[in-house]
T-cell receptor, first 113, second 111 residues
């Protein structure tokens, strides 16, 4: 398996624009997680899905953030409108049911100017 | 809430030295995970521990699940330049699969 695949690797956008980050989890994994990493706050869980259903979105900073998982092999994290403080590295991770070991993608480095 | 205290925050060592870092919690964990993150990459799972007292090795890395289930340590023997990175401990919350993360230990190897 190729592992968790994220795109794009880098994204630079202007404040106010919509940003969409994409993730393909490892085939067969039931859980998908979206994390944000910054120097100040470290790794923060934004939202996670189980069998394509959002379970806990309490980490989503505000209504500008939304995430979907239309099928078992694809998820998106959308920020609309984007703000400079959203600049961070966003990671997607997946894991097997009943197994806490999460496998991470390479991340998307987002810069909002 | 549950928190993981990871120490030290950073380490400056000479190549060939052994390294030790640890994580402690005020709550019991059933699983301890150790990850390594290199610049520009996502965290990579190094070792997973599932039983109190368990000692597991992965090459030059050794990790132990504390008997009290509230701590874990990671040792790296005979460090080499490619060991540079940030090491994180993590454990799942009781109620769900949400991982709680330590703040990381940054390992720097002096040339």
């Amino acid at each position: 398996d190729a592992g968790v695949i994220q795109s794009p690797r880098h994204e630079v956008t202007e404040m106010g624009q919509e940003v969409t980050l994409r993730c393909k989890p490892i085939s067969g994994h039931d859980y998908l997680f979206w994390y944000r990493q910054t120097m100040m706050r470290g790794l923060e869980l934004l939202i996670y899905f189980n069998n394509n259903v959002p379970i806990d979105d309490s980490g989503m900073p505000e209504d500008r953030f939304s995430a979907k998982m239309p099928n078992a092999s694809f998820s998106t994290l959308k920020i609309q409108p984007s703000e400079p403080r959203d600049s961070a590295v966003y990671f997607c991770a997946s894991s097997l049911n009943s197994n806490a070991e999460a496998f991470f993608g390479q991340g998307t480095r987002l810069t909002v100017v | 809430g549950q928190q993981l205290n990871q120490s030290p925050q950073s380490m400056f060592i000479q190549e060939g030295e052994d390294v030790s870092m640890n994580c402690t919690s005020s709550s019991i964990f059933n699983t301890w995970l150790w990850y390594k993150q290199e610049p520009g990459e996502g965290p990579v799972l190094l070792i997973a521990l599932y039983k109190a007292g368990e000692l597991t090795s992965n090459g030059r890395l050794t990790a132990q699940f504390g008997i009290t289930r509230k701590d874990s340590f990671l040792n790296i023997s005979a460090s080499i330049p490619s060991d540079v990175g940030i090491y994180f401990c993590a454990g799942p919350m009781w109620s769900n699969y949400q991982l709680i993360w330590g703040a990381g230990t940054k390992l720097i190897i002096k040339p």
